[in-house]
């Protein structure tokens, strides 16, 4: 699977938009790009993922350039609960082991 | 609320304990996983299970020794264990393996003595 990169933390004011790039410029056509969030002391959650045209639901956006070089999450109006890490993981649609890394730790500040 | 269920949630264990820990879920999906997160470290998967068979042991100790008894139960036994592996384990299940969203429940804390 394509190894991911992104900035080790972000801050964001609450109320505004929260978004976090993710670098995966090895990225193959097969492979999708998922994101999940860890808040402290908790299991990882499933935010989104796509493969190569935006997606939007009830959480976040996911857009993917059109090289599929990179993508960002979009938290459109970002609230305290949103603080956690988040994890930007490439893989294949017939892949099952995540790898999470190091992720980005978000910040959301009053 | 994932639907994912840990037990205990925290657990303090010596060297020579045995102890295990229970995973179970409510989703009616067939795979299963145990992750290992050590402090200031990624996670790391270590067992997979599809239909009740393990698909994945990613290179873990035999100290570990996870049984799937059923689609909706997974345990991880734990004897002889180091120091070293105090961690946070987490339990995920996916409705199937390629691609799957995979759904995970909320750890246990474990500390080796």
């Known amino acids: 699977d394509a190894k991911t990169t992104q900035p080790p933390s972000m801050d964001c004011a609450e109320g505004r938009a929260a978004n976090l790039p993710c670098n995966h410029s090895t990225i193959s056509g097969n492979e999708y790009v998922y994101w999940y969030r860890q808040i402290h002391s908790q299991g990882p959650q499933y935010i989104i993922h796509?493969?190569?045209n935006n997606e939007t639901n009830e959480m976040a956006s996911l857009i993917i350039t059109e090289d599929r070089k990179s993508s960002t999450l979009i938290l459109p109006h970002a609230t305290l609960r949103d603080t956690a890490v988040y994890y930007c993981i490439v893989q294949s649609n017939s892949g099952y082991a995540l790898n999470f890394g190091k992720g980005t730790s978000l910040l959301v500040t009053p | 609320e994932t639907g994912v269920t840990q037990t205990p949630r925290h657990l303090v264990m010596g060297m020579t304990n045995k102890k295990s820990l229970k995973c179970e879920q409510h989703?009616?999906?067939?795979?299963m996983y145990w992750y290992k997160q050590s402090a200031k470290k990624p996670l790391e998967l270590m067992f997979v299970y599809s239909l009740e068979e393990r698909v994945e042991n990613n290179s873990v100790p035999s100290r570990f020794s996870p049984e799937c008894p059923n689609s909706s139960h997974l345990f991880l036994h734990l004897h002889t264990l180091q120091p070293e592996d105090s961690a946070l384990y987490l339990c995920?299940?996916?409705?199937?393996?390629?691609?799957?969203?995979?759904?995970f429940g909320p750890g246990t804390r474990l500390t080796v003595l």
């Open positions: 796509g493969l190569k």
């Open positions: 995920a299940s996916s409705p199937g393996l390629a691609g799957d969203e995979q759904f």
């Open positions: 989703l009616g999906h067939n795979a």
